[in-house]
């Protein structure tokens, strides 16, 4: 995989076929007369890429696709999927530019329309009134930031939003403008900072932030995608987010039997631990399949039908699967993760439910 996703996007694919591998042992146990074959294609974390390969999934007679990963793909292919009855059931996609009633489109993960809010809430709540942020120019990137905004500016905040082009060899000009609109917003205990961006853009924007004096005054903040293992991976900016007091919320697994299970294999079968949208990844390969055999044929439309109350009555690596009138998730937790050590370390969960915080404690 490449672009965006180079580095989770292998993660996330692993977990796909995980949950494929499983289904195809237990069929030849049971001596089925059917297996489920997978097929990769690489959309490059590029719209036109991924409208070139759902083009070339339909004209091979592919119905069920697991991805794409991102908000911007996954809007891109969206045409064609409801043209040709392509169910498409993204593992990662959460922008709200994908989310719409009576389509071809699923996604696991729950969508930006409820982590927007939460975080606009958490970081209002934990006493900050003046919000600068900083976003890709995207579908997800532009989309969360003003979910964010319009929430935080609705609890009586000030935010400053500053959109880059991820693609951009260098972002120092951005993070300039970032230092002038934190220091203009006084960059004292009430002022905050939210980074909205994936690994290459988000390495280039904090190895460039941790090098000016104001930005390591204020607190940071970040959705998921500013909580994998890439950015750890650099010393100073594991060291620079330690320092800002980073904070990043992110889908709270909903631990049972299933997530110890998924866990396990993974583990076993490729020696590391799986990020957290493989296991939204797992439990869509799941879904999709379980869709499939119920539906009797496979058939998209068929498909189409029955995922929602596949997935209704579905209990994953991730928990339940019940989806939105969007075809979206239907409930959603976040977990608060900061940086401790060099590791990212659960601090405490988000509840949709009653908008609090449960702090860990210990």
Known sequence: MSGGYAVDGPRRLKGALLAIEEVNQLLEKINAPFRFKPVHEDTKTDPQEAVNVIKRFASSGIKVVIGPLSTSCTRAVMPIANEQKIVIISPSSTGGAAAFPNDYVFRMPPPDTVQGPALAKIIHGLGFTKLVIIARNDDYGAGLAKLVEDTFK??????????????????????????????QMGADEKTAILIIAFDDDGIKVLEQASKIDVLSKVRWFGPDSMARKTFLEKPNIAAFLEKVEF??????????????????????????DPTPYAYYAYDA???????????GKYDGEAVKEVLPIVAAHFMGATGHKMLNENGDAAFADYSL?????????EVGIWHSSTGQIEWRTG
């Open 247 to 272: 904070l990043a919320t992110k889908p709270a697994i909903a631990r049972n039997p299933i997530t110890e299970h998924f866990e396990k294999l993974y583990r076993e079968r490729y020696g590391e």
């Open 285 to 295: 390969a799941w879904v999709a399949i379980l869709s499939i055999m119920f539906a």
């Open 154 to 183: 609705s609890l009586g905040g000030k935010v400053e939003t500053i959109l880059y082009q991820p693609d951009k060899p260098d972002l120092s000009n951005e993070v300039n403008q970032l230092a002038v609109k934190v220091q």
């Open 337 to 345: 993760v900061a940086v401790k050590n060099g590791q990212y370390v």
